[in-house]
């Protein structure tokens, strides 16, 4: 079983910055192939926000590109999510997802599972 923990959230004027991480951690020997930040604001569907695949190309919805910016430690098996220029309708849950492979010694794939993190509140005050 992969653990995500989402950190970085918090309370943070308009205009300010936050840097999400998202650590996985495992038992298991395991691969962290493409992760993604969704958010969910109150009464709101959950929505892509920005994704990261295993190869590092990125992508990010309309509404946070030129803001957020997406980036990997894979040795850390860690993904991050850089907000600037944060705005009040960015205020929403924050949540982690990945797809993981379970590898063996010689690092063949065995198992795929996809995980979420419990989320991180994030809250831009005008």
């Known amino acids: 079983q992969v653990q995500l923990v989402e950190s970085g959230g918090g309370l943070v004027q308009a205009g300010g910055s936050l840097r999400l991480s998202c650590a996985a951690s495992?038992?298991?020997?395991?691969?962290?192939?493409?992760v993604a930040w969704y958010r969910q604001a109150p009464g709101n569907q959950r929505e892509l926000v920005a994704m990261?695949?295993?190869?590092?190309?990125?992508t990010y919805a309309d509404s946070v590109k030129g803001r957020f910016s997406i980036s990997r430690d894979n040795a850390k098996n860690t993904v991050y999510l850089q907000m600037d220029s944060l705005k009040p309708e960015d205020t929403a849950v924050y949540y982690c997802?990945?797809?993981?492979?379970?590898?063996?010694?010689?690092?063949?794939?065995?198992?795929?599972?996809?995980?979420w993190g419990q989320g991180t509140q994030v809250t831009v005050s005008s």
């Open positions: 990261i695949t295993s190869s590092g190309s990125k």
């Open positions: 997802n990945a797809a993981i492979s379970y590898i063996t010694l010689s690092g063949n794939p065995y198992r795929r599972e996809d995980s």
């Open positions: 495992s038992r298991n020997r395991v691969r962290i192939n493409d």
